[in-house]
């Protein structure tokens, strides 16, 4: 009886044991399971700080490439500016240039043209009042008898003469003859001679000096007086010289 006592404590020790050693073991198991989880947790907790630091790492390496770049497209910009900036200005500077030349040389031209064409007419007006006075008309005026060209002969007539009329004859025989000069004739009564009737004669090539009495004939040469007659017979004498 005491054998199956002893028997049964054993057994109940046992079992005692076993069941100790059982909770140890779930116990460990349950700590192993802690600790791996808090590691998982903590493995798990270095990759996202890893990941964080890694995206941080890639974010400031693209910003830092996005800056560069930025950088690098702002000064290429500025370049691209600056050389348009410079080509615009040598363009303009150049068109200026251009349109100087051009004005100027209009001007030149025009003025030239200008000069050219005020001598043509001036030289035409001269010669076609030359010719006038010169060959289509007798009657020419005192002050301007010196610009005619040529040699020739200017009868200057006092109306109040009474010899005027044989003084017309005479020059009208002269006139028929082609190889007899040319002889003009001066009205003293017209306004624009009646200033060179004086009462004392100067016969001075000099038309603001030049002065007659009454009646003269006048010898001109080269644009100068050369001869003068002022009395009846000189001038008879010499227009009967001339027929």
Same mark, same amino acid.
Do not use: C, W
């Given at each position: 009886? *005491? &054998? +199956? $006592? @002893? !028997?049964?404590? %054993?057994?109940?020790?046992?079992?005692? =044991?076993?069941? /100790? #050693?059982?909770?140890?073991?779930?116990?460990?198991?349950?700590?192993?399971?802690?600790?791996?989880?808090?590691?998982?947790?903590?493995?798990?907790?270095?990759?996202?700080?890893?990941?964080?630091?890694?995206?941080?790492?890639?974010?400031?390496?693209?910003?830092?490439?996005?800056? *560069? &770049? +930025? $950088? @690098? !497209?702002?000064? %290429?910009?500025?370049?691209?500016?600056? =050389?348009?900036? /410079? #080509?615009?200005?040598?363009?303009?500077?150049?068109?200026?240039?251009?349109?100087?030349?051009?004005?100027?040389?209009?001007?030149?031209?025009?003025?030239?043209?200008?000069?050219?064409?005020?001598?043509?007419?001036?030289?035409?007006?001269?010669?076609?009042?030359?010719?006038?006075?010169?060959?289509?008309?007798?009657?020419?005026?005192?002050?301007?008898?010196?610009?005619? =060209?040529?040699?020739?002969?200017?009868?200057?007539?006092?109306?109040?003469?009474?010899?005027?009329?044989?003084?017309?004859?005479?020059?009208?025989?002269?006139?028929?003859?082609?190889?007899?000069?040319?002889?003009?004739?001066?009205?003293?009564?017209?306004?624009?001679?009646?200033?060179?009737?004086?009462?004392?004669?100067?016969?001075?090539?000099?038309?603001?000096?030049?002065?007659?009495?009454?009646?003269?004939?006048?010898?001109?040469?080269?644009?100068?007086?050369?001869?003068?007659?002022?009395?009846?017979?000189?001038?008879?004498?010499?227009?009967?010289?001339?027929?």
């Amino acid at each position: 009886m *005491e &054998d +199956n $006592k @002893k !028997k049964v404590t %054993k057994n109940k020790t046992e079992d005692a =044991n076993k069941r /100790k #050693t059982e909770n140890n073991k779930i116990e460990t198991k349950k700590i192993a399971v802690k600790k791996g989880g808090a590691k998982k947790k903590s493995e798990e907790k270095k990759i996202k700080e890893k990941s964080f630091s890694e995206n941080v790492k890639e974010e400031k390496m693209f910003s830092d490439i996005t800056k *560069e &770049d +930025n $950088k @690098k !497209k702002a000064i %290429k910009d500025a370049r691209r500016k600056l =050389n348009y900036a /410079k #080509t615009s200005d040598g363009e303009e500077f150049g068109r200026l240039i251009k349109i100087i030349l051009i004005v100027t040389v209009i001007m030149v031209v025009f003025y030239g043209v200008t000069v050219v064409v005020t001598n043509k007419v001036k030289e035409a007006k001269d010669e076609q009042s030359s010719e006038s006075q010169g060959i289509q008309y007798d009657n020419i005026m005192v002050g301007s008898m010196l610009k005619i =060209n040529g040699n020739f002969y200017v009868l200057i007539e006092d109306q109040d003469d009474s010899r005027i009329s044989e003084y017309d004859t005479l020059k009208q025989t002269i006139a028929a003859n082609p190889d007899a000069p040319k002889i003009f004739v001066a009205d003293l009564s017209d306004s624009f001679n009646s200033s060179y009737l004086s009462s004392e004669s100067n016969y001075e090539s000099d038309m603001t000096k030049f002065r007659v009495t009454g009646t003269t004939l006048v010898k001109i040469e080269d644009h100068k007086i050369t001869e003068t007659y002022d009395s009846y017979d000189e001038i008879n004498d010499k227009l009967k010289e001339l027929e």
